[in-house]
């Protein structure tokens, strides 16, 4: 039997658990698109083209991207709110895709949390399931069950503002998942929360999917959420999917200038690709040749532009002067200490590049104006197309 903890974390509850009934499904996205006039009504705007996604049994999918990327357009045609242009929805097998929402066996939490002012918390839980209209006794136990789980046990009878945000949300999310749905999505629902909470209940939240196993999918554009609760993110980016992995795949395997960039922070410096040798990729940056054992995917010929993508934290400084192969000298301009870590920005190879010492006593401290060497990490660099940032 699990107890309530000092800080409000839903705990596990192995009754709780038990008596929740599965009915996960997996969800398959076949060339889906969404077309809406203009507001003119003069021409056409194209916000999900031609999508296609699995989403497994069990699996929870972050779709993720810039505003207008097209994530809640095809969060909404999932739900059905929305319908598809074209292109087919199956959930559990059965094509959805012009099945009225109630008839989906999906649940949704709003960034809003959409409660009801006027109904108490067991009310609010309870909606759905009257709705459906179950027997009183049915209500009334699985609202009890869904309560002692999302521990809000001694609450039943307040009201929607007499709770905090922290606890709104559970109540939001208790009554999604109160009527047993085979897909839960989320629409950004912790953007309302401020950062320590909305930390907190991230991971509360990707406990409790887990432990349910319900198919989810989370629309958000903050990325580190992204990163911490996802089996797999989706990229989106003017209504197309950009790319698909793991949270590891996605930052440490970037197949664009603009993933690289969007999630976390990225350098890029330009070269010309000159060919493999010994399965690494060769890369000419002026004088100097850099060897990229573990170059990425992406397929380029020689003599291509390319650029040399790498983080932030796969570099070290070393004085200038004792250059190295896979070094780039330049200048530092910038120092910000932040605590866990020490950031310089460094002007070299004709860019900018931010460089960041964890742990930053251990290491020497560098001062504006002082010429340096940044020596990578060349087993952390990845090739990529060396397009623009904008047009990626």
């Known amino acids: 039997m699990s107890q309530q903890t000092t800080s409000g974390t839903i705990t596990q509850n192995d009754e709780a658990i038990r008596s929740f009934s599965r009915k996960s499904s997996a969800v398959t996205l076949r060339d889906i698109t969404k077309i809406f006039p203009t507001p003119e ?44 242009t074209s292109g087919q929805i199956f959930i559990g ?86 009527i047993e749905p085979s897909v839960l999505l989320f629409d950004e629902p912790l953007s309302n929360l401020d950062a320590k909470l909305r930390e907190h209940m991230r991971d509360e939240l990707r406990s409790l999917q887990k432990r349910l196993g319900i198919t989810s999918l989370y629309v958000t554009h903050d990325q580190s959420e992204a990163m911490a609760i996802s089996d797999r993110v989706v990229i989106m980016k003017d209504g197309d999917l950009i790319q698909v992995g793991t949270p590891e795949e996605i930052y440490a395997y970037p197949q664009s200038k603009f993933v690289a960039n969007f999630i976390g922070k990225a350098n890029f410096v330009s070269g010309i690709y000159s060919g493999d040798e010994g399965g690494a990729a060769m890369v000419r940056i002026g004088e100097q040749v850099f060897r990229i054992p573990q170059s990425g995917t992406v397929k380029l010929c020689p003599g291509d532009p390319c650029c040399l993508a790498f983080r932030p934290e796969s570099v070290r400084l070393s004085k200038g002067g004792e250059e190295s192969a896979g070094s780039i000298a330049g200048v530092i301009r910038r120092v910000t200490f932040l605590g866990t870590n020490l950031e310089y920005e460094l002007e070299g190879a004709g860019t900018t590049l931010v460089i960041q010492i964890y742990n930053p006593q251990n290491f020497p401290a560098y001062r504006e104006g002082d010429r340096v060497n940044a020596v990578l990490d060349l087993g952390c660099v990845r090739l990529l197309p060396d397009t623009p940032l904008a047009a990626d």
């Open 41 to 84: 009504g003069k021409g056409e705007t194209v916000a999900v083209k031609g999508v296609n996604l699995e989403i497994a049994d069990g699996e929870l999918v972050t779709l993720l991207g810039p505003s207008g990327c097209g994530k809640t357009t095809t969060l909404r045609m999932i739900s059905g709110f929305e319908y598809p």
């Open 93 to 178: 097998g059965r094509d959805v895709a012009t099945v009225p929402p109630n008839k989906r066996g999906i649940s949704m939490v709003f960034q809003s949390y959409a409660l009801f002012p006027h109904m108490s918390i067991w009310e609010n839980i309870a909606y759905g399931l009257k709705v459906q209209r179950l027997p009183k006794n049915e209500v009334i136990t699985r609202t009890n069950q869904v309560i002692t789980l999302m521990q809000l046990n001694g609450m039943e009878k307040r009201f929607p503002n007499q709770v905090s945000g922290g606890q709104q949300q559970r109540v939001a999310l208790a009554r999604a998942i109160v």
